[in-house]
């Protein structure tokens, strides 16, 4: 099992940054890892995802040039770097960790999720 914790959620101007923390523990190894959004009365979408080495990178085209995804595989964590956030950008953000190295866009080629954190962009 793989147990995953998001950080880094808050309230913020229209305009302004946040940056998103996932936190791995457990039996971790080499999985690629994503960071999918839901907002109220929607489905959950796809943000951004990273393979284990980092030489993959897929983002959804809402969030493309504002949005970076990183990871420090020693500290088993996780980034999502927000910029330039909108009001639509509001919605509780999830990490997800596939059993494979490689990544996916869609979400049930995820294995584990975090609870989730909630991010408000005030316009």
């Known amino acids: 099992q793989v147990q995953l914790v998001e950080s880094g959620g808050g309230l913020v101007q229209a305009g302004g940054s946040l940056r998103l923390s996932c936190a791995a523990s457990?039996?971790?190894?080499?999985?690629?890892m994503g960071w999918f959004r839901q907002a109220p009365g929607k489905e959950r979408e796809f943000v951004a995802a990273?393979?284990?080495?980092?030489?993959?990178?897929f983002y959804a085209d809402s969030i493309k040039g504002r949005f970076t995804i990183s990871r420090d595989n020693a500290k088993n964590t996780v980034y999502l770097q927000m910029n330039s956030l909108k009001p639509e950008d509001t919605a509780v953000y999830y990490c997800?960790?596939?059993?494979?190295?490689?990544?996916?866009?869609?979400?049930?080629?995820?294995?584990?999720w975090g609870p989730g954190t909630q991010v408000t962009v005030s316009s």
């Open positions: 997800a960790a596939r059993s494979f190295a490689g990544v996916v866009r869609w979400s049930r080629g995820y294995d584990y």
């Open positions: 457990g039996r971790t190894f080499k999985n690629g």
């Open positions: 990273i393979s284990w080495s980092s030489d993959s990178t």
